[in-house]
């Protein structure tokens, strides 16, 4: 019935639940048809695209988490083991990592990095490292020191920085409670630490610090089914940026995000990625100041905070998240060539462990 039903409702292009582009009915042709893509990609949109889906997963995994989280209070209980994510005071945080088990990956992620820097030797190369909860035993402080292995072990031509967290009052202070993101003062440091790097400017002061009236439930309440019991205000800083154009994809849009909407008190479903902006294969900011360089930005969803502060410092910034590239501009990304073809003077990586260690962030364009 979802799949007679599908085609004639209106679809969402953001999966607020999940904090994710929503996958869309895909068109018909015979080729997707044979090789079985089409019915693959239907059966991704019926998943997001019909309406009780959400609420049907919601209630699926909140009916599970009530009798612990009854348990846990009845117990006094206060580090929290909510199926693999744990609650300490009021904040879900992720089980620590182990180095040893990450080595070989982050051994693999420096020799494609090395092979890319070594090849571009024109270009100025940076690396922000992100901490966060996965990085620190919050039991002990004892660190994972994955970023201190890269520094011992890069042996490339590049500035490296991290965002440090150093124990759990800190991790409280720069990330969000129910989410897996840094909230607006995480944020803010972040971008004071990485325009320091790349250009040696201070960062832009933002002009009011503000709360909305609207409450979200990250990706860490969602994935224990806690969004009916986890809950946290969103406050961001605002800032008076230059006019300047965005182009999502190749195609210029009217804006990135939906910040004007929380500023008008017409909030959709509050999140992360909605207030910010969603993961695309391609962002390119243009602020049409011709003294200054282009940079490329190599990231995922933590940077879309920060893309339009940094890139206010720059002539044009493009932001490529290689988990959609190749499904948003239908190729490969080859970063030599682009490079090139967009005259392209400082490159800079961001992102958290897993930025460093997936496979998915591989890159194309080296030796």
């Known amino acids: 019935m979802g799949g007679l039903i599908i085609p004639y409702i209106k ?17 018909f042709t015979l080729t997707k048809f044979l090789n079985n893509s089409f019915q693959n990609q239907y059966e ?12 049907m997963k919601v209630v699926e995994k909140s009916s599970s988490l009530i009798s612990k989280l009854a348990f846990y209070k009845l117990n006094h209980i ?16 992720y089980a620590f990592n182990d180095l040893n088990e990450e080595i070989p990956r982050l051994d693999a992620k420096m020799a494609n990095y090395r092979s890319i820097i070594n090849s571009n030797p024109q270009v100025k190369w940076y690396l922000y490292y992100i901490e966060k909860d996965t990085d620190i035993n919050f039991e002990n402080n004892a660190k994972l020191g994955a970023y201190e292995y890269m520094q011992n072990h890069f042996k490339a031509n590049l500035t490296m920085q991290k965002f440090a967290i150093n124990n759990f009052k800190e991790f409280q202070n720069y990330f969000y409670k ?4 840094w909230n607006y003062k995480g944020s803010y440091k972040a971008y004071q630490e990485v325009i320091k790097m790349l250009t040696g400017e201070d960062a832009q002061n933002y002009t009011e610090e503000r709360c909305f009236d609207a409450y979200i439930s990250g990706s860490k309440a969602t994935d224990i089914g806690g969004n009916l019991f986890f809950k946290e205000q969103l406050c961001a800083y605002l800032f008076a940026l230059p006019e300047h154009d965005v182009y999502i994809n190749g195609s210029l849009v009217d804006k990135y995000s939906n910040k004007d ?17 969603s993961d695309y294969g391609l962002i390119e900011f243009d602020f049409q100041q011709p003294t200054k360089t282009n940079l490329l930005i190599l990231g995922e969803s933590y ?23 190749k499904t948003d501009m239908g190729k490969e990304f080859n970063i030599a060539e682009f490079i090139k073809e967009n005259d392209i003077s400082q490159v800079l990586f961001i992102g958290n462990i897993d930025f460093y260690v997936l496979d998915t962030f591989m890159l194309e364009g080296g030796n």
Do not use: C, M, W
């Not at 129910?178 to 993101?181: A, L, M, V, Y």
């Not at 909407?261 to 902006?277: C, E, I, T």
């Open 11 to 27: 679809q969402s292009d953001f999966n607020y639940l999940e904090n994710r582009a929503a996958n869309r009915l895909p068109s």
């Open 303 to 325: 940077d879309n905070a920060i893309n339009d502060l940094v890139a206010s410092h720059f002539n044009k910034t493009y932001n490529v998240d290689l988990r959609a590239y």
């Open 78 to 93: 206060l580090y929290q083991n909510l199926g693999g994510i744990y609650l300490i005071e009021d904040n879900l945080v």
């Open 44 to 55: 991704l949109a019926l998943a997001d695209q019909l309406p009780l889906n959400s609420k």
């Open 178 to 181: 129910t989410d897996h993101h």
């Open 261 to 277: 909407l929380y500023l008008a008190g017409k909030v959709n479903v509050p999140s992360y990625g909605d207030y910010y902006g």
